[in-house]
C-alpha cells in the first residue's frame, strides 16, 4: 500500500498495461484522449469496464466526453451509467486498486491536486471488487450502448454548443444543485424520440416536480392503451421505456418505484 498523488498517470498506464485479465474503473467525469491512452497500452485481452454518470446534462458541459465513450464501446469494452456515482475506484486483475479523487481526466490524472492510495493488500482488494460487482449489477445501473450516443448526440445537436472554456479543470465538492439536469427545454428531447419513449416521455414530463414514482406514471395507462390499442401489457411497456429513459440518460433510478427526472 502506498499514497498516490498527482501526477500519477504513469503509474496509471503501467497498471493498465500490465493487467491481464481485466480493467475495472469508477469515473464520473471521463475524457476521450485518455480513453485513447488506455487502449493504446492495454492488453487486448483484458476486458474493460466503465462505470460513469451518463447524463446529457454532463456531456452538454464537458465533464463527460462522449467521443471517450464512444471509443470505448466501439473496442468491446462496457460502460454502466449510475447516475449518482461520485466515486473513483480504478481496479487491475482484482488484485491492485486506486482509490483516489481523481477522475479519468486530464486534471485527474496529472495537472489536479488529487490524493489517492494504491492498494495490493489482497483481503482489501477483494473487497473492493466486490462493492465494484454490487454496483455494477445494481438495478439503478443501466447499460450505456452506441444506440444511446447516437440519440444522446441527436438530442444535443439541436442545440447551442456551449462556449469553450479556458479554466484549469478543478474538481470542487459544491452543494446539492442540479448541475445535472438538463435545462435547454424540452423540444430538443422530443424532437429526437419517437413511438413508446416519446409518448412515455410526455406522460412523465407532465408530471409536476422532479421527483416521480411508477404509480404516478401507471396512471397514464389508459391514455397510452388508447395510442397503442394492439398492446396489452402496457405496464410492462412502461417499466421498459423507464429503463431506456434511464439509459438514454434522462432519468434517474432512486429505488422502491422513485425515479428522478434529469431534464426541466
Known amino acids: 500500500m ?3 498523488k498527482n501526477p500519477w498517470k504513469h503509474e496509471f498506464l503501467q497498471l493498465v498495461a500490465s493487467a491481464e485479465f481485466s480493467i475495472k474503473i469508477t469515473s464520473p467525469f471521463v475524457k476521450k484522449n485518455i480513453c485513447e491512452e488506455i487502449y493504446s ?49 480504478y481496479i487491475f486483475d482484482d488484485s491492485h486498486a486506486v482509490v483516489t479523487s481523481g477522475n479519468l481526466t486530464n486534471g485527474g490524472l496529472t495537472s489536479n491536486f488529487e490524493y489517492g492510495i494504491f492498494i495490493d493488500e489482497q ?57 445535472d439536469v438538463f435545462s435547454n427545454g424540452i423540444e430538443p428531447i422530443t424532437s429526437s424520440l419517437s413511438g413508446w419513449k416519446l409518448d412515455v416521455f ?18 397514464f395507462e389508459k391514455h397510452l392503451r388508447l395510442l397503442h390499442p394492439k398492446n396489452n401489457k402496457i405496464k410492462d411497456k ?24 434529469l431534464w426541466m
Open 2 to 4: 502506498k499514497i498516490l
Open 41 to 89: 497500452v492495454k492488453n487486448k485481452e483484458a476486458k474493460f469496464e466503465l462505470i460513469t454518470t451518463f447524463k446529457l446534462a454532463n456531456v452538454y458541459n464537458g465533464s463527460l466526453d462522449m467521443g471517450g465513450i464512444e471509443h470505448i464501446l466501439s473496442r468491446r469494452g462496457i460502460v454502466k451509467n449510475y447516475p449518482r456515482l461520485h466515486s473513483k475506484i
Open 202 to 219: 410526455i406522460c412523465i414530463n407532465q408530471i409536476s416536480g422532479q421527483e416521480l414514482s411508477l404509480e404516478q406514471v401507471y396512471r
Open 123 to 179: 483481503s482489501l482488494v477483494n473487497d473492493i471488487v466486490s462493492d465494484f460487482t454490487v454496483l455494477s449489477t445494481s438495478s439503478l445501473t443501466g447499460i450505456v450502448k452506441k444506440e444511446h450516443i447516437h440519440q444522446a448526440k441527436n438530442i444535443l445537436s439541436k442545440i447551442t454548443p456551449l462556449p469553450a472554456k479556458r479554466f484549469p479543470e478543478f474538481s470542487i465538492e459544491t452543494p446539492e444543485i442540479n448541475f
Open 238 to 261: 412502461i417499466r421498459q421505456q423507464l429503463q431506456e429513459l434511464r439509459d438514454l440518460g434522462l432519468l434517474e433510478f432512486l429505488g422502491k418505484g422513485r425515479y428522478r427526472k
